[in-house]
């Protein structure tokens, strides 16, 4: 097993995120270097990143007012506007993100399953002018009754 540093940090954020490196018999680009579940990366090791560098400038700078709280870098690019928004983060920030996610992922579906039922409920024709309506001041709705006997 080798240990050269840029290996160990894929296998290090390879474990971090629940997944696997991925191995390549080359070192071409014709594959990221891992994957999860859920996600698809690709490590880059430099001697320098100016991203990087500007976070740590900005965490440390705003350290005061984090109280505690992770703090994140947004950034967004002018060169290139498509590309969208970015967030920048500590990996093991992320990575407890994504765990506290997964707990909640199972209310989170059920929640998802109730909106949609609700939704579909709330979407139905009815002839006696829809959920809300008094069926007894109506009277006309076909296959209601008042009687509960």
């Known amino acids: 097993m080798s240990y050269e540093p840029w290996k160990e940090f894929e296998r290090r954020f390879a474990k971090l995120m629940g997944g696997?490196?991925?191995?390549r018999p080359d070192f071409s680009d014709s594959d990221p270097d891992g994957e999860s579940d859920t996600h698809t990366w690709d490590c880059k090791v430099r001697a320098s990143h100016a991203a990087v560098g500007t976070y740590v400038d900005c965490e440390k700078k705003y350290r005061k007012h984090?109280?505690?709280r992770r703090?994140?870098?947004a950034l967004y690019s002018r060169k290139h506007p498509k590309a969208g928004d970015f967030v920048l983060l500590r990996a093991a920030d992320y990575a407890k993100d994504q765990e506290e996610l997964s707990l909640c992922r199972p209310?989170?579906?059920a929640l998802y399953r109730e909106r949609k039922a609700q939704e579909k409920w709330e979407n139905q024709s009815y002839p006696c002018g829809g959920p809300g309506f008094s069926h007894a001041a109506h009277g006309a709705c076909p296959g209601y009754s008042t009687d509960r006997t």
Do not use: D, K, S, T
Request: charged share 15%; net charge neutral.
């Open 66 to 68: 984090a109280n505690g």
């Open 71 to 73: 703090f994140i870098l």
């Open 107 to 109: 209310f989170l579906e």
């Open 20 to 23: 696997v490196r991925l191995w």
